[in-house]
T-cell receptor
Framework: KAGVTQTPRYLIKTRGQQVTLSCSPI?????VSWYQQTPGQGLQFLFE???????NKGNFPGRFSGRQFSNSRSEMNVSTLELGDSALYLC?????????????FGPGTRLLVL | GNSVTQMEGPVTLSEEAFLTINCTYT??????LFWYVQYPGEGLQLLLK?????DKGSNKGFEATYRKETTSFHLEKGSVQVSDSAVYFC????????????FGTGTSLTVIP
């Protein structure tokens, strides 16, 4: 069974631009979460989607948004990029929202904002 | 609130040495606890987990015991290998915030031959 896939793997943007990252969960998984990983802040939760609805949201500004499609694939968008948005963005999927469900991570998209 | 604190790195050990990475947590209710490992250039992989007090999670020679009385979930391995070099993350999943995950800042481990 294929794992969580994220595209693109690497991205370079300039300040003020916007970016869209994509995540394809493991087949049969309906929950997708996004995290930002930086050396200073570690892993911070962005949001979680289940059945095309946002179920949880972390403490990030409105420039960070996401959505989930009917096939469970998810995208996250960052508008008006800032230098501080440079990070590894990780997507994770799990089968459902039950507490016992294990979360599986993708390899991440590394975003550099110049 | 919910949070995870793990020991600062980096940690450097010789092959076959004993490993301990400390992790303590703050949570409301009864969280599940996890250790994830991240190898260079890759995403996080689940290493082990424990879902209730006194549970011991184990995998690939690594162990961690869910200690509610000390709010700890320390990672241990009796004899590390060069291939264990990676960054280790302690995490909890909280019941009071919609099953959201909270991660520690990660501990980098380098094992030298």
């Amino acid at each position: 069974k294929a794992g969580v896939t994220q595209t693109p793997r690497y991205l370079i943007k300039t300040r003020g631009q916007q970016v869209t990252l994509s995540c394809s969960p493991i087949s049969g998984h309906r929950s997708v979460s996004w995290y930002q990983q930086t050396p200073g802040q570690g892993l911070q939760f962005l949001f979680e989607y289940f059945s095309e609805t946002q179920r949880n949201k972390g403490n990030f500004p409105g420039r960070f948004s996401g959505r989930q499609f009917s096939n469970s694939r998810s995208e996250m968008n960052v508008s008006t990029l800032e230098l501080g948005d440079s990070a590894l963005y990780l997507c994770a999927s799990r089968r459902g929202q039950a507490f016992k469900e294990t979360q599986y991570f993708g390899p991440g998209t590394r975003l550099l904002v110049l | 609130g919910n949070s995870v604190t793990q020991m600062e790195g980096p940690v450097t050990l010789s092959e076959e040495a004993f490993l301990t990475i400390n992790c303590t947590y703050t949570a409301t209710g009864y969280p599940s606890l996890f250790w994830y490992v991240q190898y260079p250039g890759e995403g996080l992989q689940l290493l082990l987990k424990a879902t209730k007090a006194d549970d011991k999670g184990s995998n690939k020679g690594f162990e961690a015991t869910y200690r509610k009385e000390t709010t700890s979930f320390h990672l241990e391995k009796g004899s590390v290998q060069v291939s264990d070099s990676a960054v280790y993350f302690c995490a909890l999943r909280a019941t009071n915030t919609g099953n959201q995950f909270y991660f520690g800042t990660g501990t980098s481990l380098t094992v030298i031959p």
